[in-house]
């Protein structure tokens, strides 16, 4: 019988901020250039609208997640995350979405790759992108984990049930060092366009950190403020490839757009100062220790990272970084940050032993919108 394509069962989950297709380990190729050519199908890629696919035409909605057993006595389940390219070819499997982590329990118990136990089960996670371990707790009933609850976050309307989210020695993500140029500052020279000071820290996924002054910005402008000033973003990425290579991501800094466009992320921040947010919501510099936004895949992040907000965590406990220089005096003694993003405060807890980061948390909400297949064309594989 001819057909022009075949079935591969997914789920589309929710997972803090960001969307995701989400698939089991052993319903699609293993790693290689065939499975990258049956995500990229499965999501539309490359278009800018995902038009035939299951993207979001969104860095936040374009992501794959493949979930299965674990063989690691310390795991339940394996995590493999790909940020997928809107306009390019290709899946970027070098980092990790901490939103969508939040999401990973929610499949797995779905699928009957763990046993859940009421109230509350656990789900320790591998991710094999950073190589760390990642424990989130849910609320669970019947069976099932729960999406119903009263817990809202910034960035997604109403509410659900209140996740815990455990990252567990969160440090050297992607570059194996906490520090990857050993300093707490190093200095961008861009020549005729300026010289820029960042911290480069790794906790989650590795992050590029300036001050919001050092690209003539205030910090608390809006993702699309920022999206409209003539040159921002181009200047971003090129502070961000200049970094790529300086923490070996790529041998060169005119590959990182073509090679690692997701990694290291890019922030700037400025010390807490009132703000309007994305919803028209003023909220208060006593409710925040700064003001951070993030750049992902040449695009303003709409909301923020949760690795972002880890790796912002770990930065605000090194003295002499960008981001401990301008924190909150609260932040300084205390054993959590609140980041205040374009949709509100994000809070962070940091857990320390003698100097070394043990783990950070954040608190998300998840939910499952989709079970389904989704159908491959033969042609899109070839």
């Not at 929710?14 to 065939?34: D, H, I, Q, Y």
């Not at 909605?61 to 390019?88: E, F, H």
């Amino acid at each position: 019988m001819y057909r022009e394509s075949f079935t591969i069962p997914c789920s589309i989950i929710r997972g803090g901020t960001s969307k995701g297709v989400f698939f089991l380990e052993n319903a699609v190729p293993p790693e290689g250039e065939l499975r990258d050519k049956v995500l990229l199908s499965a999501l539309g890629s490359p278009d800018a609208r995902q038009i035939d696919g299951l993207g979001g035409a969104n860095s936040l909605t374009s992501k794959v997640c493949i979930i299965g057993p674990s063989n690691r006595d310390d795991a339940d389940v394996d995590y493999t995350y790909g940020q997928v390219s809107l306009d390019k070819s290709m899946i970027d499997w070098e980092g990790n979405c901490g939103n969508l982590i939040s999401g990973v329990g929610v499949f797995a118990i779905s699928n009957n790759l763990l046993k859940p136990v009421e109230p509350m089960t656990t789900v320790r996670i591998y991710n094999t992108n950073s190589n760390k371990i990642i424990h989130v707790t849910y609320p669970v009933k019947d069976g099932l984990a729960l999406s119903e609850g009263e817990y809202s976050i910034p960035g997604v309307p109403g509410t659900g049930a209140k996740l815990k989210v455990e990252f567990f020695d969160p440090s050297g993500s992607l570059t194996k060092k906490l520090l990857p140029t050993g300093n707490t500052k190093d200095l961008i020279d861009l020549g005729d366009k300026g010289k820029f000071t960042v911290s480069i820290v790794d906790a989650g996924n590795p992050v590029v950190f300036l001050n919001a002054k050092s690209l003539g910005l205030i910090g608390t402008e809006l993702p699309m403020e920022i999206e409209n000033f003539k040159g921002k973003l181009e200047l971003l990425e090129e502070i961000r490839s200049v970094c790529a290579e300086l923490i070996g991501i790529v041998s060169d800094k005119s590959l990182a757009l073509s090679k690692s466009p997701a990694y290291p992320k890019i922030c700037f921040v400025t010390d807490s100062k009132d703000y309007v947010n994305s919803n028209g919501d003023i909220i208060k510099k006593e409710d925040v220790d700064l003001v951070a936004r993030m750049a992902s895949l040449q695009k303003m992040h709409k909301t923020f990272a949760v690795t972002g907000a880890i790796c912002t965590g770990a930065a605000s406990k090194i003295k002499g970084t960008v981001v401990n220089d301008i924190i909150s005096k609260r932040a300084m003694a205390s054993d959590t940050l609140i980041l205040g993003q374009p949709y509100g405060p994000m809070e962070v807890t940091i857990e320390m032993a003698d100097g070394i980061i043990l783990k950070e948390g954040i608190f998300r909400t998840a939910r499952k919108i989709l079970d389904g297949n989704v159908y491959i064309p033969y042609s899109k594989v070839k």
